[in-house]
């Protein structure tokens, strides 16, 4: 074996230690080769047919942080007719001290891997990029995956929750105010796409603007140029936009509630990503992803059973990696021992079944008694426990984020980094729980 430069620096091993040692040694820090382990092994498949291979590892650093890469075997013949490979070695998700672990895009189905390099053609782009996929896929991250990876990776980047914004929200916030512009506006306002200039906007939920701030939005993305609420002269911005739905935008566009020239100016290059249940092979590493923010919240090291994770990837998750999330979550706070077991994330799974049949079935009936709020079911929330077998997934949460915000003194930054989630989701879920 010998090694480049570049590998000599990612992996700690110098070529002349790496001379004489196998890969999957210093690589995969396994014992056993890959093919032994049940994973694709693009040495043994270029050896078997002399053809070029690919497959996607997990390689460990120096650091024994976690490389996502994919590697691609390629045949390479000396003068003598002797068959040797090279072997290139390409960046999926790259480890990120800034970024929690659970905040990565990770996955190794053919589905996920081909949304991946889409993503990265999409990077390299300067036009506009429109994210499709259910809730739950991941596609602020996706997003943030973009951002990473383009030429504009050192600028800012900022986020726009479209469902948040009402009329007179919507341009104070992407335009910004000027001194005076309305009673009490006592200051200058930067409006997002001032801050975001030479950077990236990520319009979340698009598909929710209203029709008249549509308009507006189209009007910036036309022309690069836009005019503060109070303003009298107009400023110019430079703006990459990545719009994120959740919704057929084009059937929107179809019954007339979004404008059609404003899709074609999002849409320039689309890319979807694919459900969970699309991609069950990947729950077995994103749940033991998932779970390492989880055991350092709870300041303990859960692991699934084997026949838990068999568990997990039988479910078809309507709720996607979000909703795999929950489970995790929940499962840890109900198991009494580390290794969590396949009776738990059956109940958790059960639970969820049954919340969401009883939705089903209430949203054709006459209203009933209101339900308990929030504050109610984290105050009684051992007697639902007694009562149902285990808490509901909302009660849970819920519960979990009053400690927290008791511990911090209500401090919501504290508690946004505790939990590894934006200001902007907590302030979601305060608002979801009534949590003050």
């Not at 080769?33 to 270029?46: A, F, L, R, T």
């Not at 596609?139 to 986020?159: G, N, Q, V």
Request: glycine share 6%.
């Amino acid at each position: 074996m010998a090694v480049n430069s570049a590998y000599e620096q990612t992996y700690g091993s110098t070529a002349e230690e790496a001379v004489g040692q196998f890969c999957y040694r210093i690589s995969h820090d396994n014992d056993v080769p890959c093919c032994q382990s049940g994973e694709d092994c693009p040495h043994e498949k270029m050896f078997e047919d002399g053809k070029s291979h690919s497959c996607v590892h997990i390689h460990y650093d120096k650091d024994h942080r976690m490389h996502q890469v994919r590697v691609t075997g390629h045949p390479l013949r000396s003068t003598d007719g002797n068959l040797f490979m090279g072997e290139l070695i390409e960046e999926i998700s790259v480890p990120d001290s800034a970024q929690p672990v659970d905040k990565r895009m990770v996955g190794e189905a053919p589905l996920f891997t081909a949304c991946v390099d889409q993503l990265k053609l999409v990077a390299a782009s300067y036009a506009p990029v429109l994210l499709q996929g259910e809730t739950g896929t991941g596609k602020e991250l996706a997003a943030h995956y973009i951002h990473k990876h383009s030429p504009r990776c050192d600028m800012p980047f900022l986020t726009v929750d479209c469902t948040a914004l009402t009329d007179t929200l919507f341009e104070a916030e992407v335009f910004g105010h000027a001194r005076g512009a309305y009673t009490g506006s006592v200051g200058e306002k930067a409006g997002l796409f001032q801050e975001a200039n030479k950077g990236t906007l990520f319009l979340d939920e698009v598909g929710e603007l209203p029709m008249n701030q549509q308009a507006k939005l189209l009007r910036i993305l036309e022309t690069g140029q836009y005019r503060r609420v109070g303003g009298r002269g107009t400023r110019k911005v430079d703006v990459r936009i990545i719009c994120a739905t959740n919704r057929h935008l084009w059937e929107h566009v179809i019954a007339g509630k979004f404008r059609e020239d404003l899709y074609y100016r999002i849409a320039c290059l689309s890319v979807r990503l694919p459900n969970l249940r699309e991609r069950l092979e990947d729950v077995p590493i994103l749940a033991n992803t998932l779970l390492e923010p989880v055991s350092r919240t709870m300041k303990r090291n859960f692991k699934l059973t084997p026949k838990a994770l068999q568990c997990l990837k039988a479910y078809d998750y309507p709720g996607n990696v979000r909703e795999l999330r929950n489970i995790l979550f929940v499962s840890a706070t109900h198991s009494a021992k580390e290794e969590i077991q396949e009776r738990i994330v059956n109940e958790v799974i059960g639970q969820l079944a049954r919340t969401r049949a009883s939705a089903t079935s209430s949203a054709n009936e006459p209203p009933a008694a209101p339900p308990a709020t929030a504050q109610e079911t984290v105050a009684t929330g051992n007697n639902k426990t007694a009562a149902n077998g285990n808490s509901s997934l909302n009660g849970v949460e819920a519960r979990h984020i009053r400690e927290l915000l008791d511990e911090y003194a209500g401090n919501r930054r504290k508690v946004a980094a505790d939990l590894e989630i934006s200001e902007r989701t907590l302030y979601r879920k305060l608002k979801k729980y009534g949590l003050t």
